[in-house]
């Protein structure tokens, strides 16, 4: 049974509860969990990870009808399954998506910072709301530990006025706090840092773009491991085509459908977040399928998957420009790591940038590598996210404590 210091990282939402416990001595993750549907027919998911990657999975019915008893299960599994880990958890990570313009830097979690979390909830209605029950449910069930929150838009703090600015009323900006935040912060930050590491220079030195390619797909301009730009705006809907959000449109847009179709802003918002995107132009939200469905002739897909390629070389382009140097190109997520068709089309989209692609490691390899060729001027690398020892990394160095992640 271990001894080490272990980190309890809580990703909440509005009906589950997603978990994982890392091991502050070793890097090594020895649990995930998820408790789904909280508050209907709930189930739990409760892997075990041994030393060497081995998985033991636990699954079953747990009657969670609020979080307070999705913590519970969470916490016997750990007991049950754990080897005695839950003994030695010393702190608890939170995945918080909006920090708004007050935390730009993870925080320990008091009253005062809850009730601002509270305050920030119009920024993030579907997300926020949940991050803070969670953190409020894993105070009962861990008391005495600390709780830090770590914000997705926490990277994007070093973005620069004229890159976080939108030209609207001032009243808009100074009163309702109408700007560019962006999210995916922890996995850029985690990406970035190992990305520079498996270059071997410094990442004070590197200019690069990554990619964050998932059903949520951004893209960021890293300049000396500080976020400079990023696609996603006030919310996660502007910026890239994504599983079910249409990425960037003319913000004239919401106006004419409602002079033209009667839409209302409830009706305008729902559809760019859950109508659009590649389920809106190739009917449906899985990049894969659309790939397959590409390869085998269908128009819808081919339009669907030639829109994002189209939409990333953009950005890539334009973020170039905003470095002034691109060093290295980085695809993480889902589908940045998994799809070579993707990286192939974006990449040989880009050859202005003297960008080249060496085919074979494009179509597989280990999870870290270089894709490039020796001819590319920067280098093109897939670079597996993990958000969750990230959250994991933070909280440790906020409170002092030790670790090697």
């Known amino acids: 049974m271990s001894t080490d210091p272990h980190v309890f990282v809580v990703n909440a939402g509005s009906s589950s509860l997603k978990y994982q416990v890392i091991n502050a001595a070793s890097g090594h993750t020895v649990a995930v969990g998820l408790v789904s549907e909280i508050g209907g027919a709930s189930r739990m998911r409760h ?13 079953s019915d747990a009657p969670c009808q609020t979080h307070t008893s999705a913590f519970a299960a969470a916490r016997a599994a750990l007991r049950e399954h754990g080897g005695g880990v839950g003994d030695h958890v010393v702190a608890i990570g939170h995945r918080v998506v909006h920090g708004g313009r007050r935390f730009t830097q993870p925080v320990v979690v008091d009253d005062v910072v809850l009730e601002s979390l509270r305050v920030l909830s119009p920024l993030a209605p579907l997300h926020n709301p949940a991050n803070v029950e969670g953190i409020v449910r894993a105070q009962e069930a861990f008391p005495g530990l600390p709780h830090v929150a770590v914000f997705d838009t926490g990277f994007h703090g070093t973005l620069p006025p004229a890159a976080y600015t939108y030209a609207v009323p001032d009243s808009w900006r100074d009163e309702h706090h109408v700007r560019r935040y962006g999210f995916h912060g922890s996995s850029y930050a985690w990406v970035t840092r190992r990305t520079a590491a498996l270059m071997g ?11 964050h390619l998932g059903n949520g797909a951004s893209a960021c301009a890293v300049d000396g491991g500080r976020s400079v730009d990023t696609s996603m705006g006030l919310s996660p809907v502007e910026g890239l085509v994504m599983g079910t959000r249409s990425g960037d449109v003319d913000p004239a847009l919401g106006g004419y459908l409602e002079r033209v179709a009667g839409l ?9 977040n859950r109508e659009s995107g590649l389920l809106g132009l190739g009917g449906v939200s899985d990049f894969r399928t659309i790939v397959e469905r590409r390869d ?53 989209g880009l ?17 870290e590598r270089r894709i490039s060729g020796e001819e590319s001027r920067a280098e093109v690398w897939v670079v597996p996210t993990d958000e969750e020892r990230e959250i994991a990394r933070t909280t440790l160095e906020v409170l002092g404590l030790a670790h090697t992640l």
């Open 201 to 211: 220079r410094p990442v004070d030195d590197l200019r690069m773009v990554v990619l």
């Open 47 to 59: 892997d075990s990870i041994g030393p060497g990657g081995e998985v033991s999975r636990h699954e």
């Open 351 to 367: 050859e202005v940038l003297g960008l080249a692609l060496d085919a074979g490691p494009n179509a597989g390899g280990p999870p």
């Open 296 to 348: 085998a002739g269908d128009a819808a897909a081919t339009l669907a998957f030639d829109v994002t390629v189209h939409r990333l070389r953009k950005y890539v382009g334009a973020y170039a420009a905003v470095l002034g140097r691109l060093d290295a190109l980085v695809f993480t997520g889902g589908i940045g790591e998994h799809s070579a068709p993707l990286r192939a089309a974006v990449v040989n």
């Open 264 to 272: 209302t802003a409830s009706d305008y918002d729902r559809a760019l």
